[in-house]
Structure formats: structure tokens, C-alpha cells
């Protein structure tokens, strides 16, 4: 799929454009059907083709002409059966996809002065569950490029018990490097490295089990991989990987300067659960490192982030690595994540 072929389907590239687009929730509905039969309904159960009866009252419901049934728009989407408008769900959805920190359930709550807390929680708590795509493939396998993998422990919520209690979590993060073309006008930051797709996943501890697991979960075998002299990586080569530990002699710059995009993902990503949502529990946090890792590998389509989040999307939402990649959105699109 061309990523830059939307077909008839608009996406928004600001507030006020959303507002035009997605003025209620007929608009919202009207943008439903073009995304599954691009104009040209036709009637699940019988077949039939032709207009179907709309409703005023009911903009999520297409009625068939011909057999008389009714097809739910919100049908195998995270909306499916939900009581909030449309229009709610889209708003989210946006701000989900195109926002860099996303958003927290007290902002949505209050931004679309929804009544109940817990509405806001569940929306965006839905929209999370379609964040991990079943068939996830690893990253890296890919000539000239390597894998940088770190660990690091993130803060749980300490708020009202006291000092000294952390609930610290382990993390695990693998990353894609890659270098812009020399001569380009982002080539001198870091460089000219850049991240590529991220992988994380909370890790039980520092053992080889651990951390080499996750790099067999995370990163396809073969590519080189890059990571400090820690002894938890020493088996990766025996693994099928190739393996270059920097020695850190303990110290953090030294890493700073080999492992920079780790780094700056571990660093964004802090900087993301303590403040837009105010640190978050041990219990949710794969959840929230999902949506992280699932913004981050979409920040340059936010549009398929969007068709995604609603559960609307064709057959291939996410941009292939070489689509990723290549130097016709490079330059133009990269939105430097972090810088
Ligand atoms: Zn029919």
C-alpha cells in the first residue's frame, strides 16, 4: 500500500481542519461508510447494492433498501456497542494519533467536558487494546542498520506513601539506528542517527533469561545488536545475533555517546508517563509502554495511527520499513520525536 494514497478519506492536520471535517456525528458516520465501501454501499446480508436509508437520529446505523436490515457502521471497530457519540471516539482517536504525548483521562475529560471520569478512561483504555498489532512482527534484519537494547528502571507512582517506596520497574528497550543521507539538513544532530521502530517490554530482571528473551521476542536474528558490557547480553551471539557490547567502565557518558538513541527513547519516554499521565502503576504499565511504542513507529503517519486506533483500516496500516525509510517522506516528514 502507498502510504500517501488516502483515497477519498481526509485526515486532518489541524484542530480547526478536524473541526471542519468532523463537525458531528453524522460527519463521523458519513466518514465510517466511506472508509468501508468508499461510496458504494452494499448490504452485508443480501448483497444488494445502492443507497441504503440513513437516520437522523441514528448516524451509526445504514438501513438496506432492498432486504430492509440494518448494518452498524461501529460493527468490529473498538466502538463496537459503545453508548459515546461518535464524534467523541473520533476526537480521541486524534488526539491519540497525532498528539506527541497522546493524552491523559483527566484532559480528555475535561476537553470534551465529559461528565463521567470513567467514560474517558474506558475510551482511551479501548483505544490502547488496538495498539498491539496480533501479528507483531521484529524489528531490525535489515542490512546496514543495528539494534541498540538497554534496560531501564521507571518510576511507579509513589504519591502518598511516602518517601523511599518506588516500585521501580525494569524496562527493556530495543531500537532500530538508522543514519540520514550526509548532507541533509538533519545529518549533524547525533550523527545523523535517528530512531527507527522501538520495542518495549517490561522485563522480570537483568538475568540472560530476561533480556536475551526479550531480544529474541523483539529483534529478528542476525542483525547486530548493541548494548553495554553488562553480562546479560553475553550469550546473544551464541543466539544467532550479531553482538558489540561497549565497555562502560561505569561510566553513563560513555553509553550516552553509544547507546544515544536508546537513550533518547528511554528519556522521551520518562518524560511522557511522568507528565502527561503523572507516573503510572506496575500494573498498567505494558499498557501504557504500548501506546508509546505504538505512537513512536507511527509518528511520521499519523493518519494510519488514526484509521488504526478506530479499528477502520485496511488490510496494511502500519508503513513498511521500506516505506519508513525512504527518502521521499524522510526529509519532508520526519518530525525529529524528541529533539
Ligand atoms: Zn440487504
Known amino acids: ?16 481542519e478536524f473541526q471542519r471535517l468532523f463537525p ?15 461510496g458504494n454501499f452494499v448490504c452485508p446480508h443480501c448483497q444488494a447494492g445502492g443507497e441504503p436509508f440513513r437516520f437522523d437520529n441514528r448516524p451509526g446505523v445504514l438501513r438496506c433498501r432492498k432486504c430492509c436490515r440494518n448494518t452498524g457502521l461501529m460493527v468490529g471497530t473498538v466502538m463496537e456497542r459503545s453508548h459515546t457519540p461518535l464524534s467523541v471516539w473520533f476526537w480521541a482517536a486524534y488526539l491519540v494519533a497525532s498528539q506527541t504525548p497522546g493524552i491523559s483521562a483527566v484532559q480528555f475529560q475535561r476537553q470534551l467536558r465529559l461528565s463521567r471520569y470513567e467514560t474517558a478512561f474506558q475510551i482511551l483504555h479501548k483505544l490502547r487494546a488496538g495498539m498491539v498489532r496480533p501479528d507483531q512482527d521484529r524489528i531490525g534484519g535489515h542490512p546496514g542498520t543495528h539494534i541498540e537494547v538497554d534496560e531501564a528502571w521507571i518510576g511507579g507512582r509513589t504519591r502518598g506513601e511516602g518517601r523511599g517506596v518506588h516500585h521501580k520497574t525494569l524496562v527493556a528497550v530495543a531500537v532500530e539506528v538508522r543514519y540520514r543521507q550526509p548532507g541533509t539538513a ?21 538475568s540472560a533469561e530476561s533480556l536475551c528473551g526479550f531480544v529474541e521476542s523483539a529483534v529478528t536474528p542476525g542483525s547486530l545488536i548493541v548494548t553495554d558490557d553488562w553480562s546479560g547480553y553475553n550469550s546473544l551471539r551464541t543466539r544467532g545475533y550479531d553482538h558489540h557490547a561497549i565497555a562502560e567502565c561505569g561510566d553513563p557518558e560513555v553509553s550516552e555517546d553509544f547507546l544515544p538513541i ?25 499498557a501504557y509502554l504500548n501506546e508509546f511504542t505504538f505512537r513512536f513507529n507511527r509518528r511520521f503517519y499519523p493518519f494510519n495511527a488514526f484509521r488504526s486506533l478506530l479499528g477502520i483500516a485496511g488490510v496494511t496500516t502500519a508503513p513498511t520499513y521500506t516505506e519508513l525509510y525512504s527518502d521521499e517522506w524522510q526529509h519532508t516528514k520526519c518530525s525529529g520525536y524528541g529533539h
Open 1 to 16: 500500500m502507498d502510504v500517501f494514497d488516502h483515497a477519498s478519506l481526509a485526515f486532518p492536520q489541524s484542530l480547526p
Open 24 to 38: 458531528d456525528d453524522a460527519a463521523c458516520a458519513a466518514y465510517l461508510e466511506k472508509a468501508r465501501w468508499e
Open 186 to 206: 538533519q545529518d549533524k544532530r547525533k550523527d545523523g542517527r535517528y530512531a527507527g521502530r522501538v520495542r518495549l517490554a517490561i522485563a522480570a530482571d537483568r
Open 262 to 286: 536508546s537513550h533518547l527513547v528511554i528519556c522521551n519516554l520518562k518524560t511522557w508517563l511522568n507528565g502527561t499521565h503523572h507516573g503510572v502503576s506496575a500494573k498498567h504499565l505494558q
